[in-house]
């Protein structure tokens, strides 16, 4: 057997799924499988040849059902990175308009022989459902408040590569934990590889039930920062708010805004981050953000590309033989 092939034969055996729907399901071993293939693509992003052909002569769509500034670019370039022909679709533009169900714009892309879907949709579970239709690999961008698993495998590279390991770490995820797709991804993530994670938020923002992921669950900031290794905001997702979960973004800043008086009681080296888009001032105070000692949120969007590529690698390998 040829090098390379071998090679791609073990890629499938240490990564033996078809499509990347979520962070739910993977096992230590296929999580850290992409975070090591990820840490060689962040090398290969910072050297002026940023090219491969790994991907040549296959086709990336990226089909976005909603607005994504960080995502949709990294998903971008990560597929032009290894050499692959990428397409940008903005679905909320055109076909839904017309009213082209999410079925038959897969389908229609599906009949072009793209050999990675990378999807976002606002609905929950709508992400799994096209992968059922389609004969190519699915990678989730982010469905609805369900699960969105690069940002979380992106935020799990950024901790690892600055902290050495994920295993024993204490994460606080603050802010609108019932919203965000991020903080699920990351729950999963991070219990699976070993660290104890808190959620912090307002009643209003908390899932019901959500200690049964077994986290530690705080209405209140000093309780959830006391000690922790790493502080994750998040924010507060408006677009997804019927009626008002906070009495205003001003007193929401009071109590579970990020400043630096909050973070003292946090680890004296704990690292801030946010998935981004910020709201400067609601979730995070505007200088922390960009206090380059203690955020590390610019560098998330550079392991995003890194991620990114590793997960288009990952599923296109071998793609015949995959199991799910
Ligand atoms: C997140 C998302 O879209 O879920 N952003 C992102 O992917 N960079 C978080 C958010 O929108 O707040």
Redesign the pocket.
Known sequence: MTAPRQAAEEAVYRFPHRHLLGIEGLSPEHISFLLDLADSYVEQNRKPDKKTDLLRGRTVINLFF?T????SSSFELAGKRLGGDVMNMSVSQSAIKKGETLIDTAMTLNAMHPDVLVV?HPDAGAVKLLSEKVNCSVIN??DGMHE?PT?ALLDALTIRRRRGRIEGLTVAICGDILH???ARSNIHLLTTMGAAVRVVAPPTLMPCAVERFGIEVTHDMEDGLRDCDIVMM??L?NERMQGMFVPSTREYFRFFGLTREKLAVAKPDALVMH???MNRGVEIDSELADDIDRSVIREQVEM?VAVRMACLDALTREQTGNAD
């Open positions: 909603e994504s500034t960080r995502t976002r961008a982010g969105h940002q965000s797709r991020v998040l924010r997702q998935p981004g888009p995003g």
